[in-house]
């Protein structure tokens, strides 16, 4: 079981721009795949973005597909989550764990952390 932490939220106007960064400890999160997950007030929890641990391949859910990116570092141990023009509906908490497979939006390995609080007004 690996420990991620998720941080970087806020509350941000429409149109504009977060980065979230998710950090764990260990050899075990650099050579995973991760993902983050967002979940919006009463609705389920839904796949945002996915990276592979070397090659770096990038999987995207239809949310924000043309607005994030998913840059990671694993010499920091650090997998970002940059939103970009941001829509109110983007506001939810957002989540990251491992993943065995960036195409596989249920096959996230860790237990959710508390997440960071996205809140886009209008």
């Known amino acids: 079981q690996v420990q991620v932490v998720e941080s970087g939220g806020g509350l941000v106007q429409a149109g504009g721009s977060l980065r979230l960064p998710c950090t764990a400890s260990g050899r075990a999160f650099s050579s995973s795949s991760v993902g983050w997950f967002r979940q919006a007030p009463g609705k389920e929890r839904e796949f945002v973005a996915a990276?592979?641990?070397?090659?770096?391949?990038?999987f995207y859910g239809d949310s924000m597909r043309d607005r994030s990116t998913i840059p990671r570092d694993n010499d920091d141990n650090t997998v970002d989550l940059q939103l970009n023009r941001l829509k109110p509906e983007g506001t939810a908490v957002y989540y990251c764990s491992r993943m065995a497979s960036i195409c596989n939006s249920g096959s996230y390995l860790d237990e959710w952390g508390q997440g960071t609080q996205v809140t886009v007004s209008s």
């Open positions: 990276i592979t641990a070397i090659k770096k391949n990038t």
